[in-house]
């Protein structure tokens, strides 16, 4: 009982019971207490089957003589102390049971926690990082902006100067043919006028 309340109330000897029960749990420790909970089960089950036996024989005999009374009330008090430590054992067992997965919950709460903790800071600086970033890109995207336009305009430029090109290497072609020309009938005239003049 007093088990109970220690593990119930957060006293100093509490971590003491915590520790010493674990290591009852270790090794050898389960299957003794095991074999002594079935034994003190078996012994209680007889100490029932005695008060049985003793309150039949009283029900049917109709008066029950003074040592039958007090073999009832021993056995009747063997039985229920044996039923209150068996239940007792399990109680503290299922409370450590309880309090050992409690404290290993807060202890992954709390590091969960550190890590969330850690994540929002590290989130902090991050969003510091990229608003820095954005601030950085705002005048390079005014740049690249700029830059286009100026690649617009050179190219409709290089553009139009392409079609001038072009226009021109025509027209010279033209007038390459037309010198061609003017050179044939050049020599036609001047073959015509010694002709003549012999």
């Not at 299957?31 to 100490?47: D, Q, Y």
């Not at 992954?108 to 926690?113: F, L, Y």
């Not at 690249?144 to 050179?154: A, D, G, H, P, T």
């Amino acid at each position: 009982m007093a088990l109970i309340v220690i593990f119930v109330f957060k006293t100093p000897f509490r971590k003491l019971v915590i520790m010493g029960i674990d290591r009852i749990k270790r090794g050898h420790g389960p299957i003794v207490v095991k074999t002594v909970a079935a034994t003190v089960f078996v012994v209680m089950m007889s100490s029932v089957y005695n008060v049985v036996a003793i309150h039949r024989h009283w029900i049917e005999d109709g008066d029950i003589n003074p040592t039958e009374q007090i073999l009832l009330a021993k056995h009747l008090l063997e039985a229920s102390l044996m039923g209150f430590s068996l239940f007792l054992a399990f109680m503290i067992d299922k409370l450590h049971h309880y309090i050992r997965e409690l404290r290993i919950r807060r202890k992954t709460m709390e590091a969960a926690k550190k890590q969330n903790r850690l994540f929002e800071d590290g989130k902090t600086q991050v969003s510091e990082e990229i608003k820095a970033l954005e601030e950085e890109m705002a005048p390079l995207r005014a740049r690249i902006k700029q830059l286009q336009s100026e690649l617009e305009k050179k190219t409709e430029e290089a553009s139009n100067a392409e079609a001038h090109a072009l226009a021109l290497k025509k027209q010279s072609e033209g007038f390459l043919m037309e010198y061609d020309h003017l050179l044939e009938e050049n020599q036609s005239l001047r073959s015509q006028l010694q002709s003549l003049d012999r």
